[in-house]
């Protein structure tokens, strides 16, 4: 039995993971917010996939960042 990770998804500057742990196991889901005052650009949430027919996992959506 295989164990797909994805690379570890790390807060954005002025942003946090709203769980405050967001796993990297294949089906993870995390989402972001930002710090008061800062407006969030790209992906609120994003999702650990596997590319169907492959072992190749990666992260849904867009780099997640936090504008002021």
């Not at 709203?18 to 994003?46: A, Q, W």
């Amino acid at each position: 039995f295989l164990v797909f990770r994805c690379s570890a998804l790390l807060p954005p500057a002025k942003g946090k993971i709203e769980t405050n742990v967001c796993g990297n196991i294949y089906g993870s889901v995390c989402r972001f917010t930002c710090l008061k005052g800062y407006r969030l650009k790209g992906s609120v949430e994003r999702k650990c996939e596997k590319k169907a027919g492959t072992n190749v996992v990666y992260w849904t959506g867009n780099a997640t960042s936090c504008e002021g």
